[in-house]
Structure formats: C-alpha cells, structure tokens
C-alpha cells in the first residue's frame, strides 16, 4: 500500500530549527511532485513548501530564507530543513504526493492525492 510517513517533528524553542522528513513506502518519490502542508488548531491546512521532479522549489511567503526543501532520491525521502523557527510556526506538518505530473498551483490542496499522517511541530519557550 503506497504510503508517505513523515518524522521528525517536536518541540523547540524559538530561533531554534528542526529537519522533518517524508519518507515513500510503495512510492517512488523521485516521480512526484512533493508537497508540504501545515495545520495549527482551529485554522485552514495552508502551503508551506513544494519540489518538483525536477528539483524546482517553492516557498510560502511566510517561511521564505528560512525553510529548505530537498529530495534525497537515494532514500526515497523529501525534507524540510526549517530555521529560525517561530511560534506561528506551530502547527501538524504533512507532506503530500501531486495527483497529476502537471500542477498549476501548488499552493492548493487539491493538487495532492496520498498523504502522511503528519508529524507535530511545536515552537515555544
């Protein structure tokens, strides 16, 4: 059963940093366009970050020089280097795989088909 399984989340405290990984099972996710979404309580899941296949990044203005995302192919594994953390970054962070080999925006939801569970992020002193 395909599957995407996202670790490294937990608490930190603010300015500090933390690497989340989105690791394939079933995936190959060198074939997909990956995407990173996050959800603090009682709000919308909104965009954090996206690469493409071809290694193309995108960032949400709100974490822009201070979030990275790379792909390790030979781990089957996407990451998101995040510093100079902050507490609106709090939030469940999921990684998603595109529906489709071309996306329009990918920013929206609705672009991604298999997603992780999510791992919590907590930036608090």
């Known amino acids: 059963q395909a599957q995407l399984v996202e670790s490294g989340g937990g608490l930190v405290q603010p300015g500090g940093s933390l690497r989340l990984s989105c690791a394939g099972s079933g995936l190959t996710l060198d074939r997909y366009h990956i995407g990173w979404f996050r959800q603090a309580p009682g709000k919308e899941r909104e965009a954090v970050s996206c690469v493409s296949v071809d290694g193309t990044t995108y960032y949400a203005d709100s974490v822009t020089g201070r979030f990275t995302v790379s792909r390790d192919n030979g781990k089957n594994t996407v990451f998101l280097q995040m510093n100079d953390l902050r507490p609106e970054d709090t939030a469940v962070y999921y990684c998603?795989?595109?529906?489709?080999?071309?996306?329009?925006?990918?920013?929206?939801?609705?672009?991604?088909?298999?997603w992780g569970q999510g791992t919590q992020v907590t930036v608090s002193s």
């Open positions: 998603a795989t595109a529906r489709f080999a071309m996306i329009y925006d990918w920013s929206r939801h609705y672009e991604y088909d298999t």
